[in-house]
């Protein structure tokens, strides 16, 4: 799956290629965050009511792991005709160049690393931010937070995908900027 125009090395002459319209896209990041506090209350009322901890972590668990199967998926598909990554910080770049490209139609601001497995990766116009309203009182970056869950899983399927346990913790100080924090682990093969 591709959004809009295909970027090289993606063949638009690919019989399995199937494009998608980025507006698409917007709209279901837009939506599942509410999904997931939804599918969460459902699931709760069959049962004890959830405190706020409990619910919260439900809609994270759900969200990181939606985006952690897009995540996989997407590295299968569009890292296929390339040659084999040699190492970390190759695959690292590969995602904010290329699969960071595919999905938000821009490539990460910065990266940083310590060389020691720690990778930051920040985007200043985070594009599910850049849409969103800023609240007086400060509360909408603590409202933003849940929206960073799905790329967070992304992130960590896509390099699950290429051999690299990872966690990925996400934050936003101020909108529409989000920072993504990368701690890896090599897998065991």
């Known amino acids: 799956m591709s959004f809009d125009t295909p970027l090289p090395p993606y063949n638009a002459a690919d019989p399995h290629a199937t494009f998608l319209n980025s507006t698409c896209l917007d709209l279901l990041l837009i939506e599942l965050v509410p999904m997931a506090y939804r599918i969460a209350d459902e699931l709760s009322m069959s049962g004890e009511k959830l405190d706020d901890e409990e619910r919260r972590e439900a809609v994270f668990y759900r969200l990181d792991m939606l985006g952690y ?10 890292s296929r005709d390339r040659p084999r990554f040699t190492d970390t910080l190759d695959m690292i770049k590969f995602l904010c160049k290329d699969l960071w490209t595919l999905v938000f139609r821009k490539q990460i601001d910065n990266l940083k690393t ?14 599910p931010f850049s ?29 699950t995908s290429m051999g690299i346990n990872a966690t990925v913790q996400a934050e936003t100080s101020e909108l529409p900027g989000a920072t993504f924090q990368i701690k890896t682990t090599t897998a065991k093969s």
């Not at 199967?69 to 569009?78: A, H």
């Not at 310590?114 to 594009?127: K, P």
């Open 69 to 78: 199967r897009v995540g996989q998926g997407l590295v299968e598909r569009f």
């Open 114 to 127: 310590n060389h020691r497995g720690i990778y930051v990766l920040t985007d200043n116009t985070f594009r």
């Open 131 to 159: 849409r969103m309203s800023t609240v007086a009182g400060g509360q909408a970056v603590q409202r933003a937070q849940p929206f960073l869950w799905f790329p967070c899983g992304i992130i960590r399927g896509a390099l």
